[in-house]
Structure formats: structure tokens, C-alpha cells
T-cell receptor, first 114, second 114 residues
Framework: GENVEQHPSTLSVQEGDSAVIKCTYS??????FPWYKQELGKRPQLIID?????GEKKDQRIAVTLNKTAKHFSLHITETQPEDSAVYFC?????????????FGTGTRLQVTL | NAGVMQNPRHLVRRRGQEARLRCSPM?????VYWYRQLPEEGLKFMVY????????ESGMPKERFSAEFPKEGPSILRIQQVVRGDSAAYFC????????????FGSGTQLSVL
């Protein structure tokens, strides 16, 4: 099965700085890579996703890059703000068209300090 | 359009009791997924269901755990004879019929076993 590793487990940055979270996956069949943000006590929410036919995707201050050859993908948050503080999970899935099963990383706790 | 609804929000059970967790998917969604989240860990896939069918239960413990998604009513995750190790947050997610890679999570049920 798929194995997703995520680093770092905790990350502290100053407001305005950039944050980078990295994930690797093992199954070359995986072709869908979402990122979820989970604030304390809240539900995980999808913030951005990328498919294997795309190398990079950006949405305002958030960007995700994918290197299929190396089997790794990264989340980049620029100009961090206190409200970015949360746990971020990467995930990988083979999209079969009839079913999907996400395998999640273990999460990165991001703390944005003033 | 209401989101994914889970209840109860918190559930306390004594060892040996049964726990029933309910999940109503978003309107129009016919795919339901259950995930378990242990403290400081990522989301672990348990089971994937469509109406009246279990599609993938590879993440479910072989004993004491069962899930259903009847034709009418919510999906139910049932844990019999709970043990302290079952204490966790259980999240339900749903996805639409047409595309099923984007998951919409409920707020979760925090199960505490005394």
C-alpha cells in the first residue's frame, strides 16, 4: 500500500516569513495529492490539491509543487499570518475513477509567531 | 447546503460498552469514508462505503468494528466492547458521485473510553 511521510512534524515561523512542508510517497500509481488544514478542534479542510499531470499550482499565498520522478511534493505558504497556524496534512491517492482512498501524512504543526 | 454532519460531537463510554457514531453526508453525496485520528497522529483510513455497500474496509480492525450505510438514514460506525485504545477522534467524509477524490469532512466525534 501507499506510505506517505511528512516533514517537519513541527514548524515555527515568524509572521511574514515563508513556510515549507514536504511529503514523500511510495506508490508510483498515486496521482492525486491534496493538502488539508486542521485548526485545533476543527475538521480537516482541503486548501489546495494537485494532480500528477501538473508540476505546480498556486492559489494566492499557497502553492504546491510536485516531483513525480522523486515522488515528493511540497506545500509553500508565503507571507505567513497568525491565522495560518494549524496542523497541515498532505495526502496521496490513486484516482481510479470509481473509488479513491487517501493516505495521509502524519501532519505538520505550523505555528506563526508575531 | 449543509455540510457533513456527525453526531454525537463527544461520546464517553466505559470499557465493554458499545459506541455508535453517526454520519450524514452532504446532500447529493453518496460516498462515505470513515477515518480515525489518534492524538498527534494523522488520519487513518478505516472504511469506504456507498449506499448499502461496503466498498473498501481494509483499514477496519477485524474484530469489534463494523460500518454500514443504509439506503435511508446516516452511515453508522459501530464499535462493540470498547477498550481504552479506541479513544480517538473519528472523522467521516463524503464525496460527490461524479468526482470522488475531494473529501468533505465532518466535525468528528471524539470518543473517550473510561
Amino acid at each position: 500500500g501507499e506510505n506517505v511521510e511528512q516533514h517537519p512534524s513541527t514548524l515555527s515561523v515568524q509572521e511574514g516569513d515563508s513556510a515549507v512542508i514536504k511529503c514523500t510517497y511510495s506508490d508510483s500509481a498515486s496521482n492525486y495529492f491534496p493538502w488539508y488544514k486542521q485548526e485545533l478542534g476543527k475538521r480537516p479542510q482541503l486548501i489546495i490539491d494537485i494532480r500528477s499531470n501538473v508540476g505546480e499550482k498556486k492559489d494566492q499565498r499557497i502553492a504546491v509543487t510536485l516531483n513525480k520522478t522523486a515522488k515528493h511534493f511540497s506545500l509553500h505558504i508565503t507571507e505567513t499570518q497568525p491565522e495560518d497556524s494549524a496542523v497541515y496534512f498532505c495526502a496521496a491517492s490513486p484516482y481510479t475513477g470509481t473509488a479513491s482512498k487517501l493516505t495521509f501524512g502524519t501532519g505538520t504543526r505550523l505555528q506563526v509567531t508575531l | 447546503n449543509a455540510g457533513v454532519m456527525q453526531n454525537p460531537r463527544h461520546l464517553v463510554r466505559r470499557r465493554g460498552q458499545e459506541a455508535r457514531l453517526r454520519c450524514s453526508p452532504m446532500k447529493g453525496h453518496s460516498h462515505v469514508y470513515w477515518y480515525r485520528q489518534l492524538p498527534e497522529e494523522g488520519l487513518k483510513f478505516m472504511v469506504y462505503l456507498q449506499k448499502e455497500n461496503i466498498i473498501d474496509e481494509s483499514g477496519m480492525p477485524k474484530e469489534r468494528f463494523s460500518a454500514e450505510f443504509p439506503k435511508e438514514g446516516p452511515s453508522i460506525l459501530r464499535i462493540q466492547q470498547v477498550v481504552r485504545g479506541d479513544s480517538a477522534a473519528y472523522f467521516c467524509a463524503s464525496s460527490p458521485q461524479q468526482t470522488n477524490e475531494k473529501l468533505f469532512f465532518g466535525s468528528g466525534t471524539q470518543l473517550s473510553v473510561l
